[in-house]
């Protein structure tokens, strides 16, 4: 079996920084894309940033240059450097990663459980 477990999060003043961290376990043969996104209380969950196996990012436009995605093709990890925070930051934020468990199985679009970013004012 195949999980993301996630860490980081918490609570934070507007102009502070927190970094989240996620990681792939199980039985892996390959990680194709990784990703966060969030969701604030009564809005619908969004996009935040992207990263192919290949290092390409992409991000919503509410945190370029203050976010950023990274990644371990050898730890199968990603990890959100968030800087410049602000309270319309605050959601729960979750990763999401497309994985192959082996060459001939289909990809499995998995999510972790979710960890708070609160930042407060």
């Known amino acids: 079996q195949v999980q993301l477990v996630e860490s980081g999060g918490g609570l934070v003043q507007a102009g502070g920084s927190l970094r989240l961290s996620c990681a792939a376990s199980?039985?892996?043969?390959?990680?194709?894309?990784m990703g966060w996104y969030r969701q604030a209380p009564g809005k619908q969950r969004e996009l935040v940033a992207t990263i192919t196996s290949g290092g390409e990012t992409n991000y919503a436009d509410s945190v370029k240059g203050r976010f950023t995605i990274s990644r371990d093709n050898a730890k199968n990890t990603v990890s959100l450097q968030m800087n410049s925070l602000k309270p319309e930051d605050t959601a729960v934020y979750y990763c999401n990663a497309a994985v192959r468990r082996t060459p001939s199985l289909r990809i499995l679009d998995l999510w972790g459980q979710g960890t708070q970013v609160t930042v407060s004012s």
């Open positions: 199980g039985s892996i043969f390959r990680v194709n894309d």
